[in-house]
């Protein structure tokens, strides 16, 4: 389980995130909710070791203090994030991209298993492994992004808004393959603008607002909350 206790992440005199507790189950899909700029990228950065929180938080797998780590032992720790924007090597190849996920010795010893796994949630990678990821489309980038990312044998995989500039039908197909990876009993935290789709797979939510955990809940429950309808379904 993954655990967060008073995160706060401030660049210089701006606060981005305040005091945000949440968790993760095993096998559990939540998502967050925000405007842009609310802190919802800071928050799955500073997760992911790439941001520095102010001092005072808590963030735990299991047993471990990931906060006492740097970013590479986090993932080796079990925690793995896709950044927005999706940090793949546009010069490499589908195969390079998915065997630069299993850098950590944990993941080595799964290597073969976890490439099978990713083969089975993306097909498409399967027929491109010889492919230059640069050369693909942005839904094909984004099934290397989160592929490499299962590479490294993930308890937790955090999700910097995977459907950005995806076609609808490509958003669907990344929303199922999001769900097969739940399945597969890894807790998954997403950030998402699109707040029906994500509702619809997650089973809980957090609202953030101006780095702030405003609401939370099961996500059938914020689907059907007017006040969440109005501000981030689109509803009137
Ligand atoms: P979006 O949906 O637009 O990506 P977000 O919810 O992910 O927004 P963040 O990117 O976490 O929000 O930004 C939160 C706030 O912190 C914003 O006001 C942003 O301008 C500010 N911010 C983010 N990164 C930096 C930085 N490196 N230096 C200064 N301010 C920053």
Do not use: C, W
């Not at 609310?38 to 992911?48: P, Q, T, V």
């Amino acid at each position: 389980m993954l655990e967060v206790k008073g995160l706060s992440v401030s660049y210089g005199k701006h606060h981005a995130l305040q005091r945000v507790d949440l968790r993760v189950d095993v096998g559990e899909l939540v998502v967050i909710l925000g405007a842009n700029g609310a802190g919802k990228s800071s928050l799955l950065r500073a997760l992911g070791g790439m941001q520095k929180p102010q001092p005072g938080a808590e963030v735990r797998l299991d047993t471990q203090d990931l906060l006492a780590m740097p970013a590479h032992r986090i993932v080796e720790a079990g925690l793995s994030l896709v950044p927005e924007g999706r940090g793949v090597f546009p010069d490499l190849t589908v195969m390079e991209n998915l065997k630069l996920g299993a850098y950590t010795p944990r993941a080595r010893q799964s290597e073969r298993a976890n490439h099978e796994r990713v083969l089975e949630l993306f097909p498409r990678l399967g027929e491109r492994l010889g492919q230059r990821v640069g050369t693909m489309s942005g839904g094909e980038q984004q099934m290397v992004a989160v592929g490499r990312a299962i590479m490294s044998a993930p308890q937790i995989l955090l999700l910097d808004e995977p459907s950005l500039g995806l076609s609808p039908i490509m958003s669907l197909d990344l929303f199922r393959a999001i769900e097969r990876i739940r399945e597969l009993g890894v807790g998954v935290l997403m950030v998402e603008q699109n707040a029906n789709l994500s509702l619809r797979i997650a089973d809980r939510g957090y609202l953030l607002e101006t780095g702030r955990v405003v609401g939370q809940g099961l996500a059938a429950e914020l689907r059907d909350d007017p006040e969440v309808q109005r501000a981030y379904l689109g509803s009137h």
